[in-house]
């Protein structure tokens, strides 16, 4: 049982030590808005923030894995979103 403990310890270390998964969501400050005026685009994004969170809820994994797939898959849905209104990622 100790054995699988530290296996587990040094896995999760190692997860978390290589920055595969960034543990935050995307907002409207990482798309240009070009000529949107500020409401329009403010409006926009909240409409994909919404869009984001209602994929969440669908979720059901607990731990480490459950928190990166809690942000990868509000990430992803709000991409498609933002790029589905004709806004671009910053670089």
Same mark, same amino acid.
């Given at each position: 049982m100790q054995l699988n403990k530290s296996i587990l310890i040094s896995l999760i270390s190692i997860a %978390?030590? *290589?920055?595969? $998964? *960034?543990f935050s969501n995307l907002? %409207? /400050? =990482?798309f240009d &808005?070009? #000529?949107i005026p500020d409401?329009?685009? $403010? $409006?926009? *994004? =909240?409409q994909c923030e +919404? !869009?984001? !969170? &209602? @994929?969440?809820? +669908?979720?059901? +994994?607990?731990?480490? #894995?459950?928190? /990166? @797939?809690?942000? !990868?898959?509000?990430n992803r849905v709000y991409d498609a979103c933002m790029r589905s209104k004709g806004y671009t990622r910053k670089q």
């Amino acid at each position: 049982m100790q054995l699988n403990k530290s296996i587990l310890i040094s896995l999760i270390s190692i997860a %978390s030590l *290589s920055g595969c $998964t *960034s543990f935050s969501n995307l907002d %409207s /400050s =990482a798309f240009d &808005k070009g #000529a949107i005026p500020d409401k329009q685009f $403010t $409006t926009e *994004s =909240a409409q994909c923030e +919404m !869009e984001g !969170e &209602k @994929s969440r809820t +669908m979720g059901g +994994m607990g731990g480490l #894995a459950g928190t /990166s @797939s809690y942000y !990868e898959t509000f990430n992803r849905v709000y991409d498609a979103c933002m790029r589905s209104k004709g806004y671009t990622r910053k670089q």
